[in-house]
């Protein structure tokens, strides 16, 4: 089983989700997030002065799936998220040991 983490533009969360549903990914956790990458922020104006936007909005994605989905995930998480422009966003994947349905005590593969 693995986690994914996708941190990607807060307009792209309904293109993800409806992509990670057509795989059959059954839940997400969903976060707002602020961050920056290589695009560090960006110069807006207001009432006519000039201030730095260090923390850009993002949307913070996580799924828990099946080693067998993994690359099917990744994909379509890409594909999906992606304007081809800076700050796209980031896509990590971490091992996990194990997963436990607290109704139900089911655990492994099982509680996906």
Sequence with gaps: MKLITAIIKPF?????REALSALGVQGMTVTEARGFGRQKGHTELYRGA????DFLPKIK?????????????IAAIAKAASTGK???GKIFVTELINVVR???GETGTEAL
Excluded: P, S
Excluded at 12 to 16: A, F, M, N, Q
Excluded at 50 to 53: P, S
Excluded at 61 to 73: I, P, Q, R, Y
């Design 12 to 16: 792209k969360l309904d293109d993800v």
């Design 86 to 88: 800076i700050g796209d």
């Design 102 to 104: 607290i109704r139900t």
């Design 50 to 53: 000039e201030y730095v936007v």
């Design 61 to 73: 994605l996580e799924a828990a799936v099946g080693t067998e989905l993994v690359e099917d995930v």
